[in-house]
Protein backbone atom coordinates (compact mmCIF):
# COMPACT_ATOMS: atom_id res chain seq x y z
CA UNK A 1 0.00 0.00 0.00
CA UNK A 2 1.60 3.27 -0.63
CA UNK A 3 1.19 5.76 2.19
CA UNK A 4 1.02 9.81 2.48
CA UNK A 5 4.07 10.93 2.12
CA UNK A 6 3.75 12.72 5.46
CA UNK A 7 3.11 9.40 6.95
CA UNK A 8 6.18 7.70 5.24
CA UNK A 9 8.38 11.04 6.78
CA UNK A 10 6.63 10.02 10.50
CA UNK A 11 7.68 6.45 10.24
CA UNK A 12 11.05 7.20 8.74
CA UNK A 13 11.41 9.78 11.77
CA UNK A 14 9.91 7.53 14.25
CA UNK A 15 7.27 10.03 15.93
CA UNK A 16 4.40 8.34 16.71
CA UNK A 17 1.06 8.81 15.62
CA UNK A 18 0.07 10.91 18.90
CA UNK A 19 3.01 13.39 17.66
CA UNK A 20 1.57 13.82 14.39
CA UNK A 21 -2.13 13.31 14.97
CA UNK A 22 -4.49 15.25 13.32
CA UNK A 23 -7.62 14.85 15.15
CA UNK A 24 -10.77 16.87 13.89
CA UNK A 25 -14.72 16.58 15.47
CA UNK A 26 -17.37 15.69 13.09
CA UNK A 27 -20.36 17.18 14.41
CA UNK A 28 -23.90 15.59 13.43
CA UNK A 29 -25.06 18.59 15.82
CA UNK A 30 -28.05 16.02 17.37
CA UNK A 31 -30.71 17.19 19.43
CA UNK A 32 -30.01 15.33 22.59
CA UNK A 33 -32.51 14.74 25.13
CA UNK A 34 -35.42 16.45 23.24
CA UNK A 35 -33.50 19.45 22.90
CA UNK A 36 -34.88 22.19 21.16
CA UNK A 37 -33.24 23.06 17.31
CA UNK A 38 -31.48 26.19 19.11
CA UNK A 39 -29.99 24.61 22.52
CA UNK A 40 -28.50 21.74 19.75
CA UNK A 41 -26.77 24.93 17.40
CA UNK A 42 -25.97 26.48 20.85
CA UNK A 43 -23.82 23.18 22.13
CA UNK A 44 -22.73 22.94 18.24
CA UNK A 45 -21.10 26.46 18.66
CA UNK A 46 -19.65 25.06 22.67
CA UNK A 47 -18.42 22.05 21.12
CA UNK A 48 -16.37 23.88 18.03
CA UNK A 49 -14.79 26.53 20.69
CA UNK A 50 -13.81 23.79 23.09
CA UNK A 51 -12.45 21.57 20.36
CA UNK A 52 -10.07 24.73 19.16
CA UNK A 53 -8.85 25.43 22.55
CA UNK A 54 -7.88 21.58 23.50
CA UNK A 55 -6.14 21.46 20.19
CA UNK A 56 -8.51 19.65 17.52
CA UNK A 57 -7.50 20.46 13.96
CA UNK A 58 -11.20 20.59 12.45
CA UNK A 59 -14.45 21.22 13.25
CA UNK A 60 -16.93 19.64 10.44
CA UNK A 61 -20.36 19.53 10.06
CA UNK A 62 -23.00 17.02 8.63
CA UNK A 63 -26.32 18.13 6.14
CA UNK A 64 -29.14 15.82 6.99
CA UNK A 65 -32.70 16.63 6.09
CA UNK A 66 -35.92 15.84 7.63
CA UNK A 67 -34.64 14.44 10.15
CA UNK A 68 -36.10 15.39 13.80
CA UNK A 69 -33.09 14.06 15.88
CA UNK A 70 -30.55 16.39 13.91
CA UNK A 71 -30.63 20.10 13.48
CA UNK A 72 -27.95 20.55 10.97
CA UNK A 73 -29.59 21.22 7.15
CA UNK A 74 -27.32 23.75 5.90
CA UNK A 75 -23.63 23.42 6.75
CA UNK A 76 -22.86 26.40 5.16
CA UNK A 77 -24.70 28.71 7.26
CA UNK A 78 -23.42 26.60 10.79
CA UNK A 79 -19.92 27.13 9.01
CA UNK A 80 -20.16 31.36 8.87
CA UNK A 81 -21.85 31.38 12.36
CA UNK A 82 -19.01 29.18 13.97
CA UNK A 83 -16.21 30.95 12.24
CA UNK A 84 -17.37 33.78 13.55
CA UNK A 85 -16.89 32.63 17.18
CA UNK A 86 -13.74 30.95 16.80
CA UNK A 87 -10.04 31.91 15.68
CA UNK A 88 -8.27 29.17 14.03
CA UNK A 89 -9.79 26.05 13.85
CA UNK A 90 -10.44 24.46 10.08
CA UNK A 91 -14.15 24.59 9.50
CA UNK A 92 -15.53 21.99 7.21
CA UNK A 93 -18.22 20.29 5.65
CA UNK A 94 -18.87 16.61 6.16
CA UNK A 95 -20.89 16.71 3.93
CA UNK A 96 -22.46 19.07 1.15
CA UNK A 97 -24.30 16.53 -1.23
CA UNK A 98 -23.81 17.85 -4.28
CA UNK A 99 -26.30 15.84 -6.13
CA UNK A 100 -28.72 17.95 -4.76
CA UNK A 101 -27.24 21.47 -6.05
CA UNK A 102 -25.96 23.54 -8.77
CA UNK A 103 -21.91 23.25 -8.82
CA UNK A 104 -21.83 27.04 -9.18
CA UNK A 105 -23.80 27.86 -6.08
CA UNK A 106 -21.49 25.62 -3.68
CA UNK A 107 -18.39 27.10 -5.44
CA UNK A 108 -19.91 30.32 -4.33
CA UNK A 109 -20.67 29.32 -1.00
CA UNK A 110 -17.40 28.20 -0.03
CA UNK A 111 -15.24 30.79 -1.50
CA UNK A 112 -17.34 32.91 0.48
CA UNK A 113 -16.62 31.30 3.57
CA UNK A 114 -12.98 30.67 2.57
CA UNK A 115 -12.48 34.69 2.21
CA UNK A 116 -14.56 35.35 5.46
CA UNK A 117 -11.85 32.61 7.06
CA UNK A 118 -8.65 32.45 5.00
CA UNK A 119 -7.17 29.12 4.67
CA UNK A 120 -9.57 27.65 7.41
CA UNK A 121 -11.95 26.32 4.81
CA UNK A 122 -12.72 22.37 3.80
CA UNK A 123 -14.88 21.93 1.27
CA UNK A 124 -16.22 17.69 1.94
CA UNK A 125 -18.73 16.40 -0.61
CA UNK A 126 -21.18 13.63 -0.52
CA UNK A 127 -23.27 11.22 -2.84
CA UNK A 128 -25.63 10.69 -0.15
CA UNK A 129 -29.29 12.12 -0.31
CA UNK A 130 -28.86 12.91 3.17
CA UNK A 131 -32.77 12.01 4.35
CA UNK A 132 -35.63 9.81 3.08
CA UNK A 133 -36.60 9.59 -0.64
CA UNK A 134 -39.36 12.15 0.25
CA UNK A 135 -37.18 14.94 1.44
CA UNK A 136 -35.02 13.99 -1.05
CA UNK A 137 -37.54 14.96 -4.23
CA UNK A 138 -38.69 17.93 -2.03
CA UNK A 139 -35.21 19.34 -1.78
CA UNK A 140 -34.02 18.44 -5.43
CA UNK A 141 -36.56 16.06 -7.54
CA UNK A 142 -35.15 12.90 -9.16
CA UNK A 143 -32.44 11.89 -6.73
CA UNK A 144 -30.93 8.77 -8.94
CA UNK A 145 -30.86 10.91 -11.86
CA UNK A 146 -28.74 13.63 -10.56
CA UNK A 147 -26.34 10.83 -8.79
CA UNK A 148 -26.19 9.42 -12.16
CA UNK A 149 -24.88 13.05 -13.24
CA UNK A 150 -22.23 13.27 -10.17
CA UNK A 151 -18.69 12.94 -12.70
CA UNK A 152 -20.38 16.28 -14.56
CA UNK A 153 -20.87 17.99 -11.52
CA UNK A 154 -17.71 17.10 -10.01
CA UNK A 155 -15.99 18.34 -13.12
CA UNK A 156 -18.05 21.41 -12.85
CA UNK A 157 -17.06 22.45 -9.32
CA UNK A 158 -13.39 21.72 -9.37
CA UNK A 159 -13.13 24.22 -12.86
CA UNK A 160 -15.14 26.65 -10.61
CA UNK A 161 -12.64 26.67 -7.65
CA UNK A 162 -9.70 26.95 -10.73
CA UNK A 163 -11.10 29.81 -12.12
CA UNK A 164 -11.43 27.64 -15.66
CA UNK A 165 -15.33 26.99 -15.98
CA UNK A 166 -17.34 27.83 -19.06
CA UNK A 167 -20.96 27.81 -19.57
CA UNK A 168 -21.58 27.76 -23.43
CA UNK A 169 -18.18 28.98 -24.36
CA UNK A 170 -18.41 31.95 -21.81
CA UNK A 171 -16.23 32.25 -18.86
CA UNK A 172 -18.27 31.89 -15.42
CA UNK A 173 -16.66 32.36 -12.12
CA UNK A 174 -17.82 32.00 -8.43
CA UNK A 175 -17.06 35.03 -6.87
CA UNK A 176 -15.62 36.09 -4.70
CA UNK A 177 -12.58 34.97 -4.83
CA UNK A 178 -10.17 34.23 -2.26
CA UNK A 179 -6.50 34.54 -2.09
CA UNK A 180 -7.12 30.49 -0.97
CA UNK A 181 -10.13 28.41 -2.04
CA UNK A 182 -11.75 25.77 -0.28
CA UNK A 183 -9.69 22.56 0.33
CA UNK A 184 -11.43 19.40 -1.67
CA UNK A 185 -12.91 15.94 0.22
CA UNK A 186 -14.81 13.18 -0.88
CA UNK A 187 -16.50 11.41 1.99
CA UNK A 188 -17.34 8.05 1.44
CA UNK A 189 -17.80 4.53 2.44
CA UNK A 190 -17.42 2.73 -1.03
CA UNK A 191 -15.52 2.32 -4.15
CA UNK A 192 -17.19 4.62 -6.15
CA UNK A 193 -16.45 7.35 -3.53
CA UNK A 194 -12.94 6.56 -3.34
CA UNK A 195 -12.83 6.53 -7.33
CA UNK A 196 -14.29 9.92 -7.90
CA UNK A 197 -11.42 10.85 -4.53
CA UNK A 198 -8.98 9.97 -6.81
CA UNK A 199 -10.03 10.99 -10.14
CA UNK A 200 -10.64 14.50 -9.20
CA UNK A 201 -7.51 14.89 -6.95
CA UNK A 202 -9.27 15.66 -3.71
CA UNK A 203 -8.58 14.31 0.13
CA UNK A 204 -10.66 11.22 0.57
CA UNK A 205 -12.58 10.75 4.16
CA UNK A 206 -13.35 7.36 4.89
CA UNK A 207 -16.82 7.22 7.37
CA UNK A 208 -15.63 4.01 9.22
CA UNK A 209 -18.54 4.77 11.45
CA UNK A 210 -21.12 4.47 8.62
CA UNK A 211 -19.44 1.34 7.02
CA UNK A 212 -19.29 -2.48 7.16
CA UNK A 213 -15.35 -2.94 5.82
CA UNK A 214 -12.62 -1.98 6.80
CA UNK A 215 -11.60 1.18 4.62
CA UNK A 216 -8.71 -0.58 3.35
CA UNK A 217 -9.37 -1.71 -0.15
CA UNK A 218 -11.42 1.55 -0.56
CA UNK A 219 -8.28 3.51 0.71
CA UNK A 220 -6.25 1.32 -1.80
CA UNK A 221 -8.20 2.25 -4.45
CA UNK A 222 -8.26 5.68 -3.94
CA UNK A 223 -4.07 6.29 -3.46
CA UNK A 224 -3.37 4.08 -6.43
CA UNK A 225 -5.61 5.84 -8.65
CA UNK A 226 -4.75 9.78 -7.42
CA UNK A 227 -4.59 11.81 -9.87
CA UNK A 228 -2.46 15.35 -8.57
CA UNK A 229 -5.05 18.39 -9.09
CA UNK A 230 -4.43 21.91 -8.37
CA UNK A 231 -5.98 21.27 -4.70
CA UNK A 232 -3.05 18.81 -3.52
CA UNK A 233 -0.29 16.81 -5.45
CA UNK A 234 -0.75 13.80 -2.83
CA UNK A 235 -2.94 11.83 -1.66
CA UNK A 236 -4.44 12.47 1.44
CA UNK A 237 -6.00 10.39 3.11
CA UNK A 238 -8.59 10.83 6.83
CA UNK A 239 -10.67 8.55 8.62
CA UNK A 240 -14.19 9.17 10.85
CA UNK A 241 -14.91 7.05 13.49
CA UNK A 242 -17.84 7.31 16.26
CA UNK A 243 -16.27 7.52 19.93
CA UNK A 244 -17.20 7.67 23.32
CA UNK A 245 -14.24 8.21 25.93
CA UNK A 246 -15.14 8.31 29.63
CA UNK A 247 -13.39 8.05 33.15
CA UNK A 248 -13.94 4.01 33.15
CA UNK A 249 -14.21 1.51 30.59
CA UNK A 250 -17.63 0.36 32.41
CA UNK A 251 -19.42 4.18 32.37
CA UNK A 252 -18.09 4.47 28.60
CA UNK A 253 -19.96 0.96 27.55
CA UNK A 254 -23.18 1.81 30.04
CA UNK A 255 -23.59 5.10 27.97
CA UNK A 256 -22.94 3.57 24.81
CA UNK A 257 -25.82 0.88 25.27
CA UNK A 258 -28.07 3.95 26.68
CA UNK A 259 -27.19 5.55 23.30
CA UNK A 260 -28.15 2.52 21.34
CA UNK A 261 -31.42 1.56 23.24
CA UNK A 262 -32.58 4.84 22.49
CA UNK A 263 -31.41 4.50 18.89
CA UNK A 264 -33.25 1.67 19.10
CA UNK A 265 -36.47 2.82 19.93
CA UNK A 266 -36.68 5.97 17.31
CA UNK A 267 -36.23 2.85 15.22
CA UNK A 268 -33.54 4.61 13.51
CA UNK A 269 -32.02 2.56 11.01
CA UNK A 270 -30.44 5.60 8.96
CA UNK A 271 -26.30 5.44 8.53
CA UNK A 272 -26.63 9.27 9.05
CA UNK A 273 -26.91 8.16 12.88
CA UNK A 274 -23.94 6.43 14.62
CA UNK A 275 -24.63 3.01 15.99
CA UNK A 276 -23.31 2.51 18.97
CA UNK A 277 -22.85 -1.31 18.85
CA UNK A 278 -19.85 -2.61 21.29
CA UNK A 279 -19.27 -5.48 19.01
CA UNK A 280 -18.28 -5.42 14.98
CA UNK A 281 -20.75 -6.38 12.82
CA UNK A 282 -21.41 -9.86 11.81
CA UNK A 283 -20.60 -11.51 15.15
CA UNK A 284 -17.26 -10.54 15.81
CA UNK A 285 -15.81 -10.59 12.48
CA UNK A 286 -15.28 -7.35 10.25
CA UNK A 287 -14.29 -3.93 11.35
CA UNK A 288 -15.92 -1.71 14.89
CA UNK A 289 -17.90 1.12 13.67
CA UNK A 290 -17.79 2.33 17.53
CA UNK A 291 -15.19 2.80 19.80
CA UNK A 292 -15.61 3.42 23.54
CA UNK A 293 -13.73 3.09 26.64
CA UNK A 294 -11.41 4.88 28.64
CA UNK A 295 -9.51 7.59 27.01
CA UNK A 296 -6.13 5.57 26.82
CA UNK A 297 -8.08 2.45 25.58
CA UNK A 298 -9.58 4.30 22.78
CA UNK A 299 -6.79 5.98 21.41
CA UNK A 300 -4.77 2.51 21.82
CA UNK A 301 -7.39 1.32 18.92
CA UNK A 302 -7.81 4.40 16.70
CA UNK A 303 -3.71 4.88 16.75
CA UNK A 304 -4.51 0.85 15.01
CA UNK A 305 -7.27 2.06 13.02
CA UNK A 306 -5.11 4.63 11.93
CA UNK A 307 -2.05 2.84 10.83
CA UNK A 308 -3.92 0.41 9.13
CA UNK A 309 -5.47 3.02 6.67
CA UNK A 310 -1.88 4.67 6.99
CA UNK A 311 -2.99 8.31 8.05
CA UNK A 312 -2.98 10.79 11.16
CA UNK A 313 -6.02 12.47 10.41
CA UNK A 314 -9.03 11.50 12.49
CA UNK A 315 -12.39 12.82 12.84
CA UNK A 316 -14.33 11.67 15.76
CA UNK A 317 -17.99 11.80 16.35
CA UNK A 318 -19.38 11.39 19.28
CA UNK A 319 -23.01 11.10 19.51
CA UNK A 320 -24.25 11.37 22.87
CA UNK A 321 -26.06 10.22 25.62
CA UNK A 322 -26.22 13.80 26.33
CA UNK A 323 -24.51 17.18 26.03
CA UNK A 324 -22.41 17.32 29.16
CA UNK A 325 -21.07 13.74 28.39
CA UNK A 326 -20.39 14.43 25.22
CA UNK A 327 -18.43 17.42 25.64
CA UNK A 328 -16.55 15.57 28.77
CA UNK A 329 -15.95 12.35 26.00
CA UNK A 330 -14.04 14.85 24.01
CA UNK A 331 -11.96 16.55 26.55
CA UNK A 332 -10.50 13.24 27.60
CA UNK A 333 -9.22 12.45 24.39
CA UNK A 334 -7.71 15.52 23.65
CA UNK A 335 -6.24 15.56 26.85
CA UNK A 336 -4.90 11.95 26.23
CA UNK A 337 -3.39 13.00 22.67
CA UNK A 338 -2.51 16.36 23.17
CA UNK A 339 -1.48 16.84 26.77
CA UNK A 340 0.10 13.30 26.32
CA UNK A 341 -1.82 12.06 29.41
CA UNK A 342 -1.99 9.01 27.77
CA UNK A 343 -0.43 5.75 29.14
CA UNK A 344 -0.42 4.21 26.00
Known amino acids: MTLDRSVEAERSTGESVREKARLGVLDLVPRLGGASAEEALRQAVMLAQH ?129 KSPSLWMLGTNMKSAEYAARFGMGYAFGQFMSDTDGLEAVRRYRDGFIPSA ?50 PSGGQGPKRHYAGTADQVWTELKGLASRLGTHQLLAVTGGPDYERRLSSYRLLAECVFAHSCKA
Not at 119 to 142: C, K, Q, T
Not at 144 to 168: C, G, I, M, W
Not at 245 to 261: V, Y
Request: hydrophobic share 40%; with cysteine.
Open 51 to 179: AEAWGYSRYWTSEHHDMEELASASPEVLLAHVGALTKSIRLGSGAVLLPHYSPLKVAESFRLLSALYPGRVELGLGRAPGGGPHAAMALSGNYLQHVSKLPESLTALTQLLEDRYAYEEHPVRARPIPG
Open 231 to 280: DRTEPEVMVAVSVLCAETEQEALDWSMEMERKRQSRGADSKAVPSADEAP
